[in-house]
């Protein structure tokens, strides 16, 4: 398995170092998965309402400067909600549902 980098910096500005991120979660959760664990439901949960809560990207979340990728992990989805359909990034179907308020119609993956 490809070990993935934790993080990139996508700014053009000073940032701070990437060792200083160390604590936060986006971090620990990605070095988690880089050395091959599994992730709690809550840890998919989290990923999948940071990923597409944010403004920047559809498949990473950033943090400070830097851009935390989780290309790996995530599938698209298709949600038919209130008459209209809507595209979502998320690990599995679960992670999608915790965060999307409201009746959901239909769930379709999209795949390649």
Do not use: C
């Not at 701070?16 to 936060?24: A, G, I, M, R, Y």
């Not at 990923?47 to 851009?67: H, K, Q, S, W």
């Amino acid at each position: 398995m490809e070990t993935k980098a934790i993080a990139t910096k996508f700014v053009s500005h000073e940032v701070p170092n990437l060792e200083t991120l160390k604590n936060s979660k986006v971090y620990q959760l990605r070095e988690k998965l880089n050395k091959g664990e599994k992730l709690s439901r809550a840890d998919k949960n989290w990923i999948a309402e940071a990923v597409n809560r944010n403004a920047f990207f559809n498949r990473a979340i950033p943090l400070m400067g830097y851009r935390f990728g989780f290309e790996d992990i995530l599938k698209t989805y298709v949600v038919k909600q209130y008459d209209s359909w809507q595209e979502y990034n998320a690990p599995d179907k679960t992670s999608l549902r915790s965060f999307i308020y409201g009746r959901i119609d239909k769930i379709a993956e999209i795949t390649n």
